[in-house]
Nanobody, 126 residues
Framework: VQLQESGGGSIQAGGSLRLSCAASGPTYSTPCMAWFHQAPGKEREGVATLYTGDGSTLYRDSVQGRFTISRDSAKNTLYLEMNSLKPEDTGMYYC????????????????????WGQGTQVTVSS
């Protein structure tokens, strides 16, 4: 499986961006899909997760209500809709996919056994 993110950029606080993650290969084997954020000087952390088995999602508290993870299976593309952006949302955003049997598998994994994209930069200015 190969992943390629796009959609990042520079934007003022309060604005919106939509990140895309185009997948190629046997994604049917990777029902766990997630977006991770790495702020400058900090460790990477998961912000949104989707389990395609039942469509359930989970968000980090800091983005709950502002970010939405979704997937277009026909286009084999994962999205992250980001609204009301804040300066602390600045950083690299990575998509990742992994095998799993349940939403719990997806929500509590670090995706260390999965596939990752190269990332896309988001910069939010105040």
């Amino acid at each position: 499986v190969q992943l390629q993110e796009s959609g990042g950029g520079s934007i003022q606080a309060g604005g919106s961006l939509r990140l895309s993650c185009a997948a190629s290969g046997p994604t049917y084997s990777t029902p766990c899909m997630a977006w991770f954020h790495q702020a400058p000087g900090k460790e990477r952390e998961g912000v949104a997760t989707l389990y395609t088995g039942d469509g359930s999602t989970l968000y980090r508290d800091s983005v709950q209500g502002r970010f939405t993870i979704s997937r277009d299976s026909a286009k084999n593309t994962l999205y992250l809709e980001m609204n009301s952006l804040k300066p602390e949302d600045t950083g690299m955003y990575y998509c990742a996919v992994e095998g799993g049997r349940s939403a719990r598998d997806c929500f509590f994994s670090d995706y260390g056994d999965g596939y990752w994209g190269q990332g896309t930069q988001v910069t939010v200015s105040s």
